[in-house]
């Protein structure tokens, strides 16, 4: 069973720190790692795509890391600011069987306080 | 950028009632998909449709189904709502059924009384 978790449930931080939010899954079978972001009650948004041959992507303030052989995937986060308070989720698409289908991590809901 | 807009944001409805959520996405993606999403529980996939008419069942298909008609939309049907269909739904689209990102809607947050 393919099951993905993100360690810690919740986080707050002060402004300006830097932060990593962690990801790690089971059977290294992966295809790609994407992190989305979610605000409340709303939809997700996608921050970023690995590709299992990737070893990281950059955007901006956010930079996410895939260990395929350890099962983890980083996001961090440099500088944050209040704006980037929301939940966070990665997702694991894992090759093999199908490949239509992601497996979620619940998320860690940050907080970045002023 | 990509849109993909669910038709209501709130919605709510009677036990037993006939519930369509609808999703329309504007890119000419291939690939849709609902999931709901629960406190605790996370996402999950109900169904995934990869091409016109074409649609299959994901995690918790049950008491659903889809209809794709059209390449742009993709509807979720619930065929007799109950209390524990309550949640919140989202629908997704990508470009191609790997390596691509997943665009979500804004959600529909569905209440059955």
């Known amino acids: 069973k393919q099951e993905v978790t993100q360690i810690p449930a919740a986080l707050s931080v002060p402004e300006g720190e830097n932060l990593v939010l962690n990801c790690s899954f089971t059977d290294s079978a992966i295809y790609n790692l994407q992190w989305f972001r979610q605000d409340p009650g709303k939809g997700l948004t996608s921050l970023l795509l690995i590709q299992s041959s990737q070893r990281e992507q950059t955007s901006g303030r956010l930079n996410a890391s895939l260990d395929k052989s350890s099962g983890r995937s980083t996001l961090y986060i440099a500088a944050s600011q209040p704006g980037d308070s929301a939940t966070y989720l990665c997702a694991k698409r894992w090759s093999g069987g199908s490949n239509y289908k992601l497996t979620f991590g619940k998320g860690t809901l940050l907080t970045v306080n002023p | 950028d990509v849109k993909v807009t669910q038709s209501s944001r709130y919605l709510v409805k009677r036990t037993g009632e006939k519930v369509f959520l609808e999703c329309v996405q504007d890119?000419?993606?291939?690939?849709m998909f609902w999931y709901r999403q629960d406190p605790g529980l996370g996402l999950r996939l109900i169904y995934f449709s990869y091409d016109v008419k074409m649609k299959e069942k994901g995690d918790i298909p049950e008491g659903y189904s889809v209809s794709r008609e059209k390449k742009e939309r993709f509807s979720l049907i619930l065929e007799s709502a109950s209390t524990n269909q309550t949640s919140m739904y989202l629908c997704?689209?990508?470009?191609?059924?790997?390596?691509?990102?997943?665009?979500f809607g804004s959600g529909t947050q569905l209440s059955v009384l």
């Open positions: 997704a689209s990508s470009l191609y059924p790997t390596g691509e990102k997943l665009f």
């Open positions: 890119m000419d993606h291939e690939n």
